[in-house]
């Protein structure tokens, strides 16, 4: 579970979130001004973590974590679109979880920015071997692996997207 952590001005957040019946989640902190400036690209936080319960549960807990980061945070949840014609639960999983994480952010629980992913960007940014040399890969559940991969691209997005920037963390003039 991630220490609640006041943001800083300097700082920007992406939270990459692998949703399912058990939800992955990751925070990188990274400086301002190596996004929306040339200062040198380092990782300043790294948090992690997964949830599992009902899906609304997840939610709250996911929001909650997002929340406590405050702004700037941008969260990169990942996609999800079924490609096999089963109906199991726990297949569908992730709709549940992002239906429900969407519901929080459309009700006004936070007021953070949300973008979606697939899996496929995020495999082809930051793969196993990728995140062992960034220092990010964490032994153990892929959920958080998978969390980690979606945060760590976003802001690899971010950072060759002005516009999409400017819709995460504001013009970086803060």
């Known amino acids: 579970m991630a220490a609640k952590l006041i943001a800083r001005k300097d700082v920007i957040y992406s939270m990459g979130i692998d949703p399912g019946g058990t939800s992955g989640w990751a925070i990188i902190g990274i ?4 996004m929306f400036n040339d200062a040198p690209r380092k990782i300043i936080v790294f948090t992690y973590g997964q949830v599992t319960g009902s899906y609304t549960d997840q939610a709250v807990h996911l929001m909650d974590i997002a929340a406590s980061y405050k702004e700037p945070l941008a969260i990169a949840m990942e996609s999800f679109y079924p490609m096999k014609p089963i109906i199991d639960e726990s297949y569908l999983s992730p709709l549940a979880v992002i239906h429900r994480v969407q519901m929080l952010i459309d009700m006004g629980h936070v007021h953070l920015p949300i973008f979606y992913q697939t899996p496929n960007q995020a495999m082809q940014v930051a ?5 062992r040399r960034w220092g990010l890969y ?5 959920h958080i692996k998978d969390g980690t991969r979606h945060a760590i691209t976003f802001i690899r997005r971010a950072k060759d997207s002005r516009p999409l920037r400017n819709t995460a963390w504001g013009t970086g003039r803060k």
């Open 31 to 34: 400086p301002r001004n190596s």
């Open 138 to 142: 964490v032994q153990g559940p892929d």
């Open 127 to 131: 793969n196993d071997e990728r995140l």
